[in-house]
């Protein structure tokens, strides 16, 4: 059997190509999308004033790039791609466990950014076509969903599936038209609020919420664990990009000029706008696409809609279709390519109810960021540790895509990591079933559920250890082929 395709295959040296700036313009790029402009805004409704906001956004994403530089590091030196460097720790067959959990994450974050982009489509249509708002309703109240949204998601999801159906290269002139015309709409966004609050005073002198110290650090630590859950898909799929790096100080260089710089303004202008919005509206409106429908100029409403929309169609194929799209071929190379990866995709995107997720900022931050980030950073830790710790970062590439070397392990997985990872999860388990509502919370200790505001952390060091520990233990017996000793 094939454990290759041209999605997988080893980058040859004068294809790495990619150098500091690259890198710092790719994150500049990945950064300025709607989600992030919610992420720092969501905190603001969440009780914390700017500062608290920002600094919060910044202090998430300078932890993320260290996991992102150091599982970078391997696809710049060896230029594989994400789920061939898991079959290292995980297994040849084993490695589409992290694959799949990995791909599963990017289609959620396809839904979310769909509905962004239809809902933005939507804001602007109704101006034309005020009848699209009052349509009769034709879903279940359960699924929480109006009729002309849920049309608008539906065409917007379609050109997503289009783009697809084109090819990757039909995606430049998009990323060209978001470098450009997302900043302008962002400053412009920015500039209103400055002229509707009568300058930055107001706004940045209103204070938080929290009423004591307690509250503030009870909202704080889940709010952290959601920043870093924002970026935790890239921080372990990063070798998709680093593969192509002419060197290891391009990526990490690139990567830290790029990602906590360029979010931290971003999600600035997002502090500031959404906290204009209570000065001007009198309640905050996190969301910027619901702000720009509150304009008076149609034409203006327009322009902003359409620059969400292309942006946020960028953002998804670039995001959210390439990765999934590697991962779901890892499952079968010889049958899956970009084109079938991205529809599996776009209709797992639709499932999650993405409409949901962001209907308030507590489930964006609690139910969806921190909830996946318990699935991703066990992953991280078990790859750091296997390959900078036990493997001291040297790899026999060539076993990687054969059945007959040491990365085979039992029947191609690796059951230490599996373990491993199932252990890193199961202690925030009791958490996300009492933040979902499964579970009374009364009926689980504080201390247990409580961990789940710290579910990347826990998953990533307990996951980590444990892969340490078991892979000591059993290198000589259970690894004959490893370079690992026990």
């Known amino acids: 059997m094939s454990y290759t395709n041209e999605d997988l295959a080893i980058v040859p040296q004068e294809k790495r190509t990619w150098g500091v700036w690259n890198y710092a313009a790719l994150w500049i790029s990945m950064s300025l999308c709607i989600p992030t ?32 530089v150091l599982n970078g590091h391997a696809g710049a030196r060896y230029g594989i791609p994400f789920p061939v460097f898991a079959r290292a ?80 290269d039909s995606i430049r002139k998009l990323l060209l038209f978001k470098a450009v015309f997302l900043p302008i709409a962002a400053f412009a966004l920015l500039g209103w609020a400055l002229v509707a609050a009568k300058g930055l005073g107001p706004i940045l002198s209103q204070p938080s919420k929290f009423s004591d110290s307690s509250q503030f650090w009870n909202f704080f630590f889940p709010a952290l664990t959601g920043m870093v859950g924002f970026w935790a898909t890239l921080s372990l799929n ?55 429908g509150k304009f008076d100029s149609p034409v203006l409403v327009s322009f902003a809609m ?32 970009f084109k079938k990866g991205g529809y599996i995709t776009g209709v797992l995107g639709v499932l999650i109810f993405p409409w949901k997720l962001l209907a308030d900022p507590t489930g964006y931050i609690f139910t969806w960021l921190i909830a996946y980030s318990s699935l991703l950073g066990p992953i991280g830790g078990i790859l750091i540790v296997d390959y900078f710790i036990l493997r001291k970062q040297e790899l026999h590439v060539e076993e990687l ?8 392990y039992g029947n191609g997985f690796n059951h230490v990591a599996i ?16 933040t979902i509502h499964l579970v009374p919370k009364e009926s689980v200790p504080e201390f247990i559920s409580g961990l789940y505001h710290y579910a990347w952390f826990v998953g990533f060091f307990v996951s980590g250890l444990v892969y340490y520990g078991f892979s000591r233990a059993t290198a000589k017996s259970q690894y004959p082929h490893s370079t690992v000793q026990a």
């Open 419 to 434: 373990i491993a990872l199932l252990l890193g999860i199961l202690p925030n388990v009791p958490g996300f079933l009492t």
């Open 37 to 68: 402009y919610m992420l720092a805004s969501s905190l603001i409704e969440g009780g914390m004033n700017w500062w608290q906001a920002i600094l919060t956004v910044f202090i998430g994403n300078a932890i993320v790039l260290v996991p992102m």
């Open 306 to 337: 359409i620059s969400v929309l292309i942006s946020t169609l960028a953002t998804n194929i670039a995001a959210n279709i390439v990765s999934p799209a590697n991962d779901f071929s890892n499952l079968a190379p010889e049958k899956i390519d």
């Open 238 to 292: 990063i070798p998709d990009f680093t593969r192509y790096a002419v060197s290891q100080r391009a990526q990490i260089l690139g990567q830290a000029i790029g990602l906590p710089p360029s979010m931290t303004a971003f999600a600035f202008i997002g502090v500031v706008v959404t906290s204009a919005t209570a000065i001007v509206y009198g309640s905050l409106i996190w969301d910027p696409v619901v702000l720009a």
């Open 401 to 408: 895509y054969s059945a007959n070397g040491r990365y085979w």
């Open 89 to 168: 720790s995980f297994g040849i067959l084993g490695a589409n466990i992290p694959a799949l959990l990995r791909a599963i994450v990017a289609c959620g974050w396809f839904g979310i950014q769909t509905w962004i982009g239809g809902f933005a489509l939507f804001q602007m249509l109704k101006i034309w076509i005020p009848g699209l708002a009052t349509l009769p309703a034709i879903f279940p109240v359960a699924f929480g969903l109006e009729t002309g949204p849920a049309l608008t998601f539906f065409l917007f999801w379609c050109l997503n599936m289009f783009v697809v159906y084109k090819g990757i």
